[in-house]
């Protein structure tokens, strides 16, 4: 079973930066892809970033030019960097995994708050 446990959420004023980490149980090469999400309050879980493999990426429009989605595939450790941090970037940011297979592993999420 695939574990995901993300973490580096918490408090920053607008215009920051804070880089979340996901670390997973089992290898990330081997996954079709590596991707966070995000839910704020009262919406739908919504993608933000995501890795496939053989390394493409794509962002969602709202976070294009601030955000970057990596790997560190010997740590095992997706990370996302996000800069110029705005209020709307606040939610809960879950990690997910995709197999070949399609199955989909999610973590359970940490927060980040936006506000000065």
């Known amino acids: 079973q695939v574990q995901l446990v993300e973490s580096g959420g918490g408090l920053v004023q607008p215009g920051g930066s804070l880089r979340l980490s996901c670390a997973a149980s089992?290898?990330?090469?081997?996954?079709?892809?590596m991707g966070w999400y995000r839910q704020a309050p009262g919406n739908e879980r919504e993608l933000v970033a995501r890795?496939?493999?053989?390394?493409?990426?794509n962002y969602a429009d709202s976070v294009k030019g601030r955000f970057t989605i990596s790997t560190d595939n010997v740590k095992n450790t997706v990370y996302l960097q996000m800069n110029s941090l705005k209020p709307e970037d606040t939610a809960v940011y879950y990690c997910?995994?995709?197999?070949?297979?399609?199955?989909?592993?999610w973590g359970k999420g940490t927060l980040v708050t936006v506000s000065s």
């Open positions: 890795i496939r493999y053989g390394g493409m990426t």
């Open positions: 997910n995994a995709r197999s070949w297979s399609e199955s989909e592993y």
């Open positions: 089992g290898i990330i090469s081997s996954f079709a892809a």
